[in-house]
T-cell receptor, first 114, second 113 residues
C-alpha cells in the first residue's frame, strides 16, 4: 500500500542551529503535503503545508521544499529555539475514489539543546 | 471560531468494558477522522466520517466503530477493551473544499487496566 517514510526518528540540535526533517512518499499522484507539530499532551497542529504545484514555501523560520521527481519533501527550521522541541509529523495525500486520505510519516522527535 | 473539542479528556477503564468517545468538529466542518496514537508511535488511522457516512477505514478490528450525527459531531466506540487499546485517541475535522487539511482536537487519553 501507499506509505510515507520519515527520517530521522530523533533529531537533536543545538539552539540556534537549523533542523531538517525529510519524508519520502510512494504515490506519485499525491498533491498535498502538510507538516504537523505535536507538543507534549496536545494534539498535532498544522504548521505549514505545500501543494504539488509549488516547489518551496516559507513562513518565518519554517520552510518546506518539495521534489516531485524524487518524491520527497523536507521541513527546514532555522534559528531553532527551545519551543521548537516537539514531535513533527509529515503526511501525503492519496486519492481514494472521489475523496482523499492522508498517509502519515512515523514522526520525528526534535530536541533543542540549550 | 472554536477548535475541535473532545470529551472526555481522560478515561480509565478495565479490560472487557466498552467506551465511547466524543468529538465536536470546528463549526462548518463536515469531515471527522479518528486516529489512535500509542506512546512513541505515529498516527494510526481508524476511520473517517463525512455527512454521517463512513468514507474511509483503517486496519483496525471490528471492536472499533464510529458514527457521525447530522450536526457533524462524531463518536467512536471500542468494545471489549484490551490492555493494548490504551492510547491517545485523536479526532480531526476538515472543511469541504479545503481538501485534506485536518485540524486536530486535544485527544482523549484512554487507560485500560
Amino acid at each position: 500500500g501507499e506509505n510515507v517514510e520519515q527520517h530521522p526518528s530523533t533529531l537533536s540540535v543545538q539552539e540556534g542551529d537549523s533542523a531538517v526533517i525529510k519524508c519520502t512518499y510512494s504515490d506519485s499522484a499525491s498533491n498535498y503535503f502538510p507538516w504537523y507539530k505535536q507538543e507534549l499532551g496536545k494534539g498535532p497542529q498544522l504548521i505549514i503545508d505545500i501543494r504539488s504545484n509549488v516547489g518551496e514555501k516559507k513562513d518565518q523560520r519554517i520552510a518546506v521544499t518539495l521534489n516531485k521527481t524524487a518524491k520527497h519533501f523536507s521541513l527546514h527550521i532555522t534559528e531553532t529555539q527551545p519551543e521548537d522541541s516537539a514531535v513533527y509529523f509529515c503526511a501525503a495525500s492519496i486519492s481514494l475514489d472521489s475523496n482523499y486520505q492522508l498517509i502519515w510519516g512515523a514522526g520525528t522527535k526534535l530536541i533543542i539543546k540549550p | 471560531k472554536a477548535g475541535v473539542t473532545q470529551t472526555p479528556r481522560y478515561l480509565i477503564k478495565t479490560r472487557g468494558q466498552q467506551v465511547t468517545l466524543s468529538c465536536s468538529p470546528i463549526s462548518g466542518h463536515r469531515s471527522v477522522s479518528w486516529y489512535q496514537q500509542t506512546p512513541g508511535q505515529g498516527l494510526q488511522f481508524l476511520f473517517e466520517y463525512f455527512s454521517e457516512t463512513q468514507r474511509n477505514k483503517g486496519n483496525f478490528p471490528g471492536r472499533f466503530s464510529g458514527r457521525q450525527f447530522s450536526n457533524s459531531r462524531s463518536e467512536m466506540n471500542v468494545s471489549t477493551l484490551e490492555l493494548g487499546d490504551s492510547a491517545l485517541y485523536l479526532c480531526a475535522s476538515s472543511f469541504p473544499g479545503m481538501g485534506e487539511t485536518q485540524y486536530f482536537g486535544p485527544g482523549t487519553r484512554l487507560l485500560v487496566l
